[in-house]
């Protein structure tokens, strides 16, 4: 499962694991980690961003919500 970031509170990133939250210290993601990003561990208690699987969430999240914003007229 991916861990996808969904907010920073203090010194640290709330994260989603498939239906669990978890909490990871600043300190263990890379500089520039951003709420939206996809995780992946790279050792223990370590992080790496997952450029391919950050950029296909974007992606679809953008077309859900030209779809909310432009729907196709039929």
Excluded: H
Aim: aromatic share 6%; with cysteine.
């Amino acid at each position: 499962m991916p861990i996808i970031i969904d907010r920073f509170e203090g010194n640290f990133a709330v994260c989603e694991d498939g239906d669990e939250r978890v909490l990871l210290p600043r300190a263990a993601l890379p500089s520039g980690a951003a709420e939206g990003d996809v995780l992946v561990a790279v050792s223990e208690g370590k992080y790496a961003l997952d450029t391919v699987s950050t950029a296909q969430r974007r992606e679809k999240a953008q077309r859900r919500l030209a779809a909310l914003i432009f729907p196709k007229k039929n």
